[in-house]
């Protein structure tokens, strides 16, 4: 939608909140919710819209159901396989358009395709691409994804296990592989711990997010390059193994025993990769999951490009803008919409622009009131006063906004606050923010349109989080912003 139009669209939401009280997340993004037969357990764990009445869906039990008009009052549910080991992800490269296209999906041992041989909507046919990796029969060894990059290949990450392994330790958790076209496993980057979402951005790169916990500071949404470290040691022996892309970054506890800042972290474990997000614990969810890129070209509102992601937790979706400084990826994140009815771990797009969210709260308790589902967020065509971007500046940040600001409180100093933190690697459960420091906005300075405002900041860190707060800023119609808050991973200082 042009920006003209959308800015249009601002006008009237702004004149009907100012009439009507302080705006809602739920002006903006409503939820819907599919109505599920209670003989179907619809714990969501793979999406995949077929065409624009068919929503292809697997659950944790190991079934694929095809749900035809989903969003109406009367959707129909057909059970289209069953028999599959705990499948996490669907995706189809090339989409759903006869009997001869495969669909991918994880298994837990495995990468499988499955297809429709003879076009009754019911799965004929079940391929294993790979399974190039090993399990220890422990209940955690998830495998997410795929996720197909630029070259056409097929990414997956693979959870390492907590607890016991009946069946003895296995080489490759905590590992991300990619699966070329031949089937053959390229073991790419390692240290990952509980890496639920897995996925590409519009230009192939891939991405992954993954828990707090031991060695995994907070969520976070990190890129995925050939022979990189990401934090956890487990599995990090297989890295001397011929088939491994990451050189061995030494003895990753010894170095950490007493715990190191990230910084510091960075400087002894060379091959150490910082996420492109940290979300701030609790402050931005739990427990992140899957996510999507917008691609929608403004069906779902002003936020074209950036990347909407889940939190199982929290039953919410979170957004990001990301950049680029450096060579390196990173950006701020922002609250986005809440009060889904159950913790989200899929996302993906229905064709006409709403983000369908697959549920679940099995395995760590979440918010809301079911035990799984499917749902999706639609936008109602009004347009929230909020934060649009913030991006790092050599002396700062720039901050841009969905509609004009009043220039008198987004000028005043006053009506911003930051502070900036780190974190620590080491073996404990998560980590405090550390380092925490002020960092004083010596200057405001609004754009000539309105829509833009330039902080000086003092006190930037390199690779620290830097937390605003923007309490004070309006819209030039008086309307406050329907969130205040923003997180900025601070990987590189602009030059």
């Known amino acids: 939608m042009p920006m003209s139009t959308l800015l249009a669209t601002a006008a009237l939401a ?114 294993t691409v790979s399974e190039a990796w090993g399990i220890s029969g422990n209940y955690h060894e998830y495998c997410f994804g795929p996720a197909q990059d630029a070259n056409g290949d097929l990414w997956l990450t693979l959870n390492r296990p907590f607890g016991e392994e009946p069946y003895g330790h296995k080489d490759w958790r905590g590992w991300a592989v990619r699966i070329d076209a031949q089937g053959k496993p390229h073991f790419e980057c390692a240290g990952l711990r509980s890496p639920c979402g897995v996925g590409a951005s519009p230009e192939g790169e891939i991405f992954y997010t993954d828990n707090q916990g031991e060695w995994c500071a907070t969520n976070k949404l990190c890129l995925l390059r050939r022979g990189d470290f990401h934090g956890h040691p487990w599995g990090i022996e297989s890295a001397k ?95 986005f919409r809440s009060g889904f009815q159950c913790g989200i771990i899929r996302a993906e797009w229905w064709p006409d622009g709403s983000l369908v969210v697959g549920e679940t709260n099995r395995g760590w308790g979440s918010r809301g009131q079911k035990p799984w589902g499917i749902e999706r967020a639609v936008w109602t065509g009004k347009v929230p006063f909020e934060i649009y971007t913030m991006s790092a500046t050599a002396g700062g940040f720039r901050l841009t906004f969905t509609q004009p600001v009043d220039r008198a409180s987004a000028g005043d100093v006053a009506s911003y606050r930051m502070t900036s933190y780190t974190y620590e690697l ?66 590189r200082l602009p030059s």
Request: charged share 25%.
């Open 426 to 491: 080491h073996e404990a459960y998560g980590s405090n923010e550390m380092d925490t420091k002020p960092c004083p906005i010596t200057t405001a300075t609004v754009s000539a349109d309105g829509k833009s405002v330039e902080l000086q900041v003092e006190g930037l860190r390199a690779m620290y989080v830097h937390e605003l707060h923007a309490e004070g800023v309006k819209s030039a119609e008086s309307i406050p912003l329907l969130h205040t808050e923003a997180y900025y991973t601070l990987n």
């Open 241 to 335: 193994r011929p088939e491994s892309k990451v050189p061995y970054p030494g003895d990753v506890e010894e170095i950490a025993r007493k715990g190191l800042l990230m910084p510091e972290a960075m400087r002894l474990i060379p091959n150490l990769r910082l996420p492109a997000i940290w979300f701030p614990y609790d402050k931005m969810g739990k427990s992140a999951a899957g996510f999507v890129w917008d691609t929608t070209g403004g069906k779902f509102g002003p936020f074209e490009g950036q990347v909407f992601v889940t939190d199982q937790h929290h039953a919410s979706v979170m957004r990001v803008a990301l950049e680029k400084v450096g060579g390196e990826w990173q950006g701020a994140c922002f609250p």
């Open 14 to 127: 702004t004149l009907a909140l100012a009439q009507g009280g302080p705006p809602r997340e739920a002006d903006y993004w409503r939820i819907e919710t599919l109505a599920v037969p209670d003989t179907v357990c619809m714990e969501a764990t793979g999406l995949l819209p077929l065409d624009d009445r068919r929503l292809m869906a697997t659950n944790r039990r190991g079934e694929v159901w095809i749900v035809t008009d989903p969003w109406t009052d009367k959707p129909s549910f057909k059970l289209a396989y069953d028999g599959l080991s705990e499948p996490l992800g669907l995706l189809a490269a090339k989409g759903w358009k006869g009997p001869t296209d495969w669909i991918y999906t994880s298994q837990r041992g495995e990468l499988s395709r499955m297809r429709d041989e003879n076009g009754d909507g019911t799965i004929d046919r079940l391929e």
